[in-house]
């Protein structure tokens, strides 16, 4: 199967509206430069734009653009930290994969940044989505279950849905996360990324917390602190959990009492009313792939000119 969508998945789209004119603006106007160390880039996220809409048009000139934008990438490496990893390289996976581009040398060089040498946190892509519980250990998760779609490495990619099954909650497949305050987790002597169906605290209900992104806003208190890191942390596991869902997954969007829907569904039911943490600014094209996922979930809203961090253009994809 493929990463993100298959050629005849994307020629299905409209080739009109709102959101395939966002998606045509961004792939016909510049790039930018590449540069996978720097966490703020949109490079990646507008090559992916480009390929989309090769491969919709036919665009020889777009397939072009998309190509040299991916040679481009090679050896903008040094200095990075996880987290800037974690958030480019998932999008430059999808968009390679939708063009079928298979360069030795990017083939060769997306592979290696799995355990490409990191400057601070846990030092690799793969230990960071192994080590770190919070917005760091999904985003690198989301890229390097990516770049194991990408490569077809079956093996890496079964040790990584094990490591996101023990993230969202069961410790049997995997428990080897280091965690902040623990004020925010369900069972403090065994924490999750995602609390259990049913969980309480002082009365109140905390199913669907993400407890290591939420302990960032402050200690526990009632009503929940508003933030933007669990948001943040959100995208990435939806990313995941699409791509794992089309690559030998199918239920991992229900894994621990479908604790992403959980997450999302406490995000907005209890975090909603309050402006700040709506699904907004680079976090817009959420609600279109939490939708996908999870038909009928009362998820709203959503901008088709969203460019977020791991990914964009779902307005498009996944409307």
């Known amino acids: 199967m493929s990463v993100w969508l298959s050629p005849t998945e994307i020629l299905a789209l409209p080739a009109s509206g709102a959101a395939f004119t966002a998606v045509k603006a961004a792939a016909d106007s510049s790039l930018g430069t590449a540069k996978v ?27 072009a653009k998309a190509e040299a934008a991916l040679r481009s990438v090679i050896g903008t490496e040094a200095g990075t930290r996880a987290l800037a990893l974690g958030r480019n390289l998932g999008a430059y996976a999808c968009a390679a994969d939708i063009l079928g581009f298979r360069e030795p040398a990017f083939v060769t060089w997306l592979g290696k940044m799995r355990t490409f040498p990191c400057t601070g946190g846990p030092g ?87 407890p290591d992104d939420q302990r960032r806003t402050g200690g526990f208190t ?66 279109y792939l939490i939708r996908k996922l999870y038909p009928g979930i009362a998820v709203t809203g959503g901008s088709v000119s969203a460019v977020g961090k791991p990914m964009a253009w779902t307005g498009w994809t996944h409307a």
């Open 124 to 210: 690799t892509l793969i230990k960071c989505h192994e080590q770190r519980g919070n917005n760091w250990g999904v985003m690198a998760g989301w890229s390097r279950v990516a770049i194991d779609a990408y490569l077809e490495d079956t093996a890496d990619l079964a040790k990584a849905a094990q490591v996101w099954k023990g993230w969202f909650g069961d410790r049997t497949a995997y428990a080897g996360f280091a965690w902040g305050d623990k004020s925010w987790q369900a069972d403090p002597l065994k924490p999750v990324g995602v609390n259990p169906a049913g969980a309480l605290k002082q009365g109140h209900p905390i199913s669907g917390v993400l």
């Open 222 to 287: 009632w009503p929940p602190p508003c933030g933007n890191y669990v948001r943040g942390a959100l995208g990435p596991v939806f990313c995941a959990l699409w791509t794992l869902h089309r690559n030998g997954f199918a239920d991992a969007s229900g894994w621990s009492s479908s604790a992403a829907r959980r997450a999302a569904e406490w995000y907005v039911g209890t975090m909603g009313g309050k402006t700040a943490c709506a699904f907004s600014g680079d976090d817009a094209w959420q609600p």
């Open 37 to 63: 160390s720097d966490q703020d880039s949109q490079h990646d996220v507008r090559t992916l734009a480009c390929a989309l809409v090769a491969v919709r048009q036919g665009s020889p000139t777009s397939r």
